[in-house]
């Protein structure tokens, strides 16, 4: 079993900036990918950033294109969302989650999932 847990939340005002984190522990697959994913009061869950074990392919949705970031820091096993340029509709639940490869997280898909954090950006 792999466990995920997002940290970093919290209430910011349009503009600024927040960075999740996301500490995978516990059997790992042998080569893991981690995403992003997003779901607001009555939207559909969003799929936002993942990323390869080795770092070196990323997807990023179209919506956060330019403004967020996923990055990686293995040593800490723990995957991290940097959001810049924060607006409201970024509003959600933010959960990480882990499959074989960042592919499937892009389409939706992911083996484990964290409990989620919450972001709400104000005008």
């Known amino acids: 079993q792999v466990r995920l847990v997002e940290s970093g939340g919290g209430s910011a005002q349009a503009g600024d900036s927040l960075r999740l984190s996301c500490a995978v522990s516990?059997?790992?697959?042998?080569?893991?990918?981690v995403g992003w994913f997003r779901q607001a009061p009555g939207k559909v869950t969003e799929f936002v950033a993942a990323?390869?074990?080795?770092?070196?392919?990323?997807h990023y949705a179209d919506s956060v294109k330019g403004r967020f970031t996923i990055s990686q820091d293995n040593d800490k096993n723990t995957v991290y969302l940097q959001m810049n340029s924060l607006k409201p509709e970024d509003t959600a639940v933010y959960h990480c989650?882990?499959?074989?490869?960042?592919?499937?997280?892009?389409?939706?898909?992911?083996?484990?999932w964290g409990q989620g954090t919450q972001v709400t950006v104000s005008s």
């Open positions: 989650a882990a499959d074989t490869a960042p592919a499937l997280l892009r389409q939706g898909q992911g083996k484990y």
């Open positions: 516990g059997r790992t697959f042998v080569s893991y990918a």
């Open positions: 990323i390869s074990w080795g770092g070196d392919i990323t």
